[in-house]
C-alpha cells in the first residue's frame, strides 16, 4: 500500500512538475513579446538600465575573464596535443581560434552569466512577487515589465558581448602564453595562424550569439522569477530553474546559430 502510494505521489509530482514548467515557458515567452514590444515602443528606464549594466557587466567580470583565461590554456594544451601527432604545430594558433571564438567563449561567458546574474534576476522578482511587491507597482500604475523586465533584457544583450570579447581577448591570451612557454612556438606564428583563420565574419557572429544568448538569460531570469509561487523555498526553486532553463536553451540557441551561421559559410567555401 504505502509503495503505491509512493509510486502515485511520484507520478503526480512529475506530472506537476512537467505541466509547471511548460506554463512557465509559456508565460516567458509571451514576457518576451511584450519586451520587445515595449523596446520598439521606446518604453525604456534609462536609469535602471545603468543600475542593471554594472550588475551584468562589473560584477560578472572577474569570473569571466578568470574562467576564459584558464580555458584557453586548458584547451591550447589539448589542441598541441593533437597537432604535435601530424606535424602542425604552425596551425596552433588559428585551430585554438576557430573553436574558441566561435564557441567556447560565447557559451562559457553566457553560462557564468546565467548563473550569477540570471539567477540573481529571478531570485530578486521572485521575491517581489511572493511578498506581493509587484501587484503594489499595479497599485502604483507602474508597469512592471517596463520596470523590472526591460532593463534587466537590455543590459544583459548589451553587456554580454562585451563580456565575450573580454574572453576572447583574455583566452587568446592564456593560449598564447601556453604555446610559447610549454610548446616553445614563437608568438609570431601563433598570432599569424590566428589572423589566417579568423575573419570578420567571426567577430560579427560572436556579437550576435552573445546578444541572443544575454536574451535567453534575462528573458528566463524575469519570467521565472513573475510566476514564482511558495514563499521562501519557492523563490529558490525558481532561482535554480531559470539557471538550468537558461543553460538548455543557451546550448539550443547556439545548436541553430552554428548551423545556419557555419554550414552556410562551409558550403560557399567547397
Known sequence: ????????????????????????????????????????????????????????GLDSLRAVLLIAFFAGMIFTVQTARELIRFGAMGALGGAFALAFCRELAPVLTAGVVAGQVGSAFAAEIGEMQVTEQIDALYMLRTNPVDYLVVPRVIACCVMLPILTIFAVSLGMFGGLFIAVNFYDLEPSVFLESVRTFLGPWDVITIAIKSCIFGLIIAIVGCGWGLTTTGGGKGVGQAATAAVVTSWVLIFMADFFLSLLMFHELAITRN
Open 1 to 56: 500500500m504505502v509503495k503505491k502510494y509512493q509510486e502515485k505521489s511520484d507520478r503526480h509530482f512529475d506530472e506537476t512538475f512537467g505541466n509547471r514548467w511548460f506554463q512557465r515557458f509559456s508565460v516567458t515567452l509571451f514576457l518576451a513579446g511584450q519586451v520587445l514590444w515595449r523596446i520598439l515602443q521606446g518604453k525604456i528606464d534609462r536609469r535602471n538600465i545603468m543600475e542593471h549594466l554594472v550588475t551584468v
